[in-house]
């Protein structure tokens, strides 16, 4: 899932060459957004489903009143976020101690993502890690909205970052290890290995930066956009910076281009900036 658009908090003071000197005011234009693309959906729908059947199957001794619960909290639709919600809450008002907890928190983590509540969206996501460090859909997505939610004013804001990092890396490393579960087909599962892979890179890039790391920056979003199908607009703006930082400017060109093609909050600025 995307907030590409959702960078209304600027990307820190970054000098760019070739006349830009303001990413935040290109970027602050962007209107709050957290509905995922159609084929991010499709992802996280099969993702709902191997956390049922694998939850499920792995506690076959559970009372089927409490499975039929965690069921139909699974089946709700990611864009239906305040149904899950609602199902969810009510699931641990009737079952504070099911061995189902982990799931149900992966899943309202995700649906307060939606919503943009990011004080349940932290604290489901770290209940849930809590439970499990290896969970990769929440690493992911929690290494992934920091550098986008970012404060450099914030304490512990540098802190924040590295706690990002730390847990992209770890996801990458759990996903190049990841076996396909018997319950998904080849084609769903490197389609979710791909999306995770892809979002991980992408949150690298940004984290470097933040950081002003534009050589690091650069390598880890080529590679969340080069073979994307739906490369993030947002990875093509900050790449073409990147590059311009790095006296690359026929490498910022062809990301701004890209980017320009994409219809979004930073089109028309990337428009611009291939034409300089």
């Known amino acids: ?81 305040d149904q899950k919600i609602k199902l969810g809450t009510e699931f641990f008002k009737k079952y504070p101690t ?51 939610q970012y404060d450099p004013n914030s304490a512990g804001a540098a802190q924040q970052l590295q706690t990002a990092e730390t847990d992209e890396k770890h996801a990458l490393d759990l996903l190049s290890k990841m076996t396909k579960p018997k319950s998904m087909s080849e084609q769903e599962f490197a389609a979710m290995r791909t999306q995770k892979t892809e979002q991980a890179h992408s949150a690298l890039g940004l984290i470097y930066f933040r950081r002003g790391d534009y050589a690091n920056s650069a390598s880890e979003l080529q590679q969340s956009t080069q073979a994307a199908a739906s490369p993030d607009q947002t990875d093509l703006f900050v790449l073409g910076v990147d590059m311009q930082n790095l006296n690359r400017p026929s490498d910022a060109k062809a990301a701004f281009t890209r980017c320009g093609k994409i219809p979004g909050a930073l089109q028309t600025r990337c428009q611009q900036s291939a034409q300089k």
């Open 98 to 148: 099911s061995p189902f907890t982990e799931g149900v928190d992966v899943g309202l983590t995700n649906a307060y993502l939606a919503k943009q509540d990011w004080q349940n969206f932290y604290a489901y996501a770290n209940k849930s890690l809590a439970l499990n460090p290896d969970e990769v859909d929440v690493l992911t997505t929690v290494g992934w909205v920091i550098p986008h």
């Open 1 to 81: 899932m995307s907030l590409a658009a959702k960078l209304g908090i600027g990307l820190g003071a970054v000098v760019f060459v070739a006349g830009m000197a303001c990413a935040p005011a290109a970027l602050a234009q962007a209107p709050a957004s957290g509905t995922p693309t159609a084929g991010q959906e499709s992802v996280n729908a099969m993702q709902n489903q191997l956390h049922y059947l694998t939850d499920v199957q792995r506690q076959s001794s559970v009372d089927p009143s409490e499975q039929n619960a965690y069921k139909k909290f699974y089946i709700v639709s990611p864009q239906d976020p």
